[in-house]
């Protein structure tokens, strides 16, 4: 039986389902705002895991996808066309990773009262630490939650930079001979390098009139342990002299005494030098570094003049000094953040500009390692203000003359680095080289062998462009040719 209101009620139903178009409420003449379902997204999704159901953790379906002897797989390795009964095919199955939660329970996994998927929990059912309180924009009394007023924690100071030369070996090089050396250090994991010049090192001190103390690694001449032959030693660097087939003496630990100064010796000529794949592999000549690490290499080989002994000749002794590479490659952007600066400058950036386009500051590099070499070399003295021989530091930038400073390490004098190709237009200074430059058919400066060791000097107008940047912008100190009326007429 039906009462009346029921009868209302059914007639206006009727009326809203055959009516030729439904009644709409305003809302509803909306377009859905959320975004129908993506079966790529939903299948990504899931894909990613993993996902915490309410009852399960993580299922593999097909699980034998990857590993074809898992439960359900299909073993296509044991397949043949000629039999195909050989193998019957397995079911299907879901696997679970996770134990049903009465097993769990059973066995301790968590505790009885622990919720499923209870966020307070971890997987394990170990209690989570409580989520912090909203904060509330009305200021708490003091001390009510002591969480919420704790102190920041300062992030810890970083260790302090340990570095240890794992091996060193002869190389000639066109200047003269080299030792390079290769270091591991605590603070990344990059394989920085020291090229050493003291070609002394091959003669017996006790034969010259005068010597300067050797650049030996510590930490290479050190004792690594009890079980180290001599061989070993050998074969790690740790030798003194030139070795051949029938010389070989290992070296022994030199200890934490700073050497013996002589005076009247230049410092050693000392450069840090920053990795530069195009510069110095590729030949670009968008920069110098190339040129640099071989002019480096040239001015530290240069022989040097000391004082005359009593009654005797003006001396000279073999140049000394060591050029630490840093793997600091794009001034420490990365080679991959570097190429695209390059086609940002090539858009019209100078080379800043185009760095912090990036996102990159002008300069990411830090010389904590190099001063840690150096030290570990022996060079630049002890502790901040102690007495000791000092380097000469071959740069115009003065961040690295301050950064060696702040490490407590003496720099005796800044020495210049001044573009082979700038000094050959400018009158005031003298071309090392006997430059042989010719120019293409469209007016492009060649050089032979222009970047690489041994090799000539870099021009065009890109490094031009680099250089006046790193002056203009950069602070570093290196007189301008082109802005010296004198020069420009030379
Ligand atoms: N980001 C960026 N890095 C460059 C560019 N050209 C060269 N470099 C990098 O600049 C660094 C050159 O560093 P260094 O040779 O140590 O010299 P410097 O700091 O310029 O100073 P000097 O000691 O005066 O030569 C290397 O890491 C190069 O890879 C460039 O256009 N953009």
Aim: hydrophobic fraction near 35%; charge should be neutral.
């Amino acid at each position: 039986m039906h009462s009346h209101s029921n009868d209302a009620a059914d007639a206006a139903l009727l009326e809203m389902l055959t009516a030729p178009t439904p009644p709409q409420s305003p809302k509803a003449k909306f377009s859905r705002r959320d975004a129908a379902l993506d079966p790529l997204m939903i299948a990504a999704a899931a894909a990613s895991g993993p996902h915490v159901t309410r009852n399960h953790y993580h299922h593999d379906f097909f699980p034998g996808v990857m590993l074809p002897q898992h439960q359900g797989s299909w073993d296509w390795t044991k397949w043949s066309p000629d039999d195909p009964k050989q193998q019957p095919r397995r079911h299907l199955a879901y696997v679970s990773r996770q134990a049903p939660r009465r097993q769990r329970i059973q066995e301790g996994l968590i505790p009885e009262d622990a919720k499923e998927n209870d966020s307070s929990r971890d997987n394990t059912g170990t209690p989570l630490p409580s989520p912090r309180k909203r904060r509330s924009s009305v200021a708490a009394p003091a001390d009510t939650d002591s969480r919420t007023h704790a102190k920041p924690v300062a992030p810890e100071p970083p260790k302090p930079v340990e570095v240890k030369c794992m091996a060193r070996t002869r190389i000639p090089t066109p200047h003269g001979p080299a030792f390079l050396h290769l270091y591991h250090n605590n603070r990344d994991g990059k394989e920085h390098l020291a090229i050493v010049i003291d070609p002394a090192q091959y003669s017996d001190p006790a034969e010259e009139a005068v010597s300067a103390p050797p650049i030996r690694s510590r930490s290479l001449d050190a004792v690594w342990g009890d079980n180290e032959t001599e061989m070993d030693r050998i074969t790690r660097g740790a030798y003194i002299g030139r070795l051949s087939p029938t010389f070989r003496r290992a070296s022994v630990p030199t200890g934490d005494l700073p050497p013996a100064i002589n005076d009247g010796i230049p410092s050693p000529l000392v450069r840090i030098h920053s990795e530069c794949f195009t510069g110095e592999t590729v030949g670009s000549m968008r920069c110098d570094c190339g040129e640099q690490l071989d002019e480096a290499l040239r001015l530290i080989s240069q022989p040097l003049a000391v004082p005359a002994l009593a009654g005797g000749p003006p001396a000279r002794i073999p140049g000394r000094g060591a050029v630490v590479y840093l793997r600091q490659e794009g001034r420490g952007i990365g080679l991959l953040s570097k190429i695209r600066a390059y086609n940002l400058q090539d858009l019209g950036h100078d080379t800043v500009t185009a760095n912090l386009l990036l996102g990159h500051g002008a300069d990411e590099r830090g010389y904590e390692i190099a001063a840690a070499i150096l030290r570990d070399l022996g060079l630049g003295g002890g502790a901040a203000g102690s007495a000791g021989e000092g380097v000469r530091l071959l740069t115009n930038n003065p961040d690295k003359v301050e950064a060696l400073q702040k490490e407590g390490l003496v720099v005796a004098e800044r020495v210049p680095m001044v573009p082979r190709s700038w000094q050959a237009r400018n009158p005031a200074l003298m071309l090392p080289h006997g430059a042989e430059v010719w120019e293409d058919r469209d007016g492009v400066p060649r050089v032979a062998g222009a970047t690489l060791i041994g090799g000539n000097s870099v021009h065009g107008a890109d490094l031009d462009k680099y250089l006046r940047t790193k002056v203009l912008r950069m602070g570093h100190v290196l007189p301008l040719w082109m802005e010296d009326p004198e020069a420009e007429g030379a």
